[in-house]
């Protein structure tokens, strides 16, 4: 199992490459992103057509997840966050998933195949990516209710208890 993480970190890695998503030694914001700090606003189409901003949701936490289809971490973990979403939006979480260059078509079609309701949003370009420093996929950023990051987990979540331990710095 090690060595097929391997692989598909390598494989992550170079699409984002050449991609252009990232570059060595370099983001494309002179502000990166920590924990006690505000996360960057950004506006993105969702899934449904729907211009979304970071903004739209202050006063509420948010757990923001970047990920891609083609990424074997990425499908493990989806299961576990439509728990998370479940169980947590009727308490107010809001749950954004950002797929990071893939076609609303591939997404839609993802979603449908592992059951997943969670909202997505669509980033297209690497700009919402660079803003938030994402070096590796899933990436996923713990936004308290003043917007302000509380946690940053890079790789895949192994459980739901998992998230919901992290969770509890932004309930």
């Given amino acids: ?16 490459l050449a991609s252009g998503l990232i570059a060595p030694g370099c983001s494309g914001s002179n502000q990166t992103p920590e924990m006690g700090k505000l996360a960057p606003d950004f506006q993105l189409i969702s899934l449904d057509g729907q211009t979304v901003s970071l903004s739209d949701y202050r006063g509420k936490p948010v757990l923001l997840n970047f990920w891609a289809s083609w990424c074997g971490p990425c499908q493990y973990e989806m299961p576990f966050l439509q728990q ?32 997943l309701s969670f909202p997505v949003l669509l980033a297209t370009d690497p700009k919402v ?37 992290r969770l509890l710095k932004i309930m």
């Fill in 1 to 16: 199992m090690a060595g097929l993480a391997k692989i598909c970190l390598t494989v992550a890695v170079a699409f984002m």
């Fill in 129 to 165: 990516p660079l803003a938030y420093n994402v070096r590796g996929i899933p990436a996923t950023f713990f936004i308290d209710k003043s917007g302000i990051i509380r946690d940053i987990k890079v790789g895949p979540f192994t459980s739901e208890a998992e998230i919901e331990e």
């Fill in 84 to 115: 998370t979403y479940e169980k947590w939006a009727g308490r107010g979480l809001v749950v954004l998933a950002v797929n990071l260059q893939e076609s609303p078509d591939v997404v839609r079609e993802f979603m449908a195949d592992l059951g």
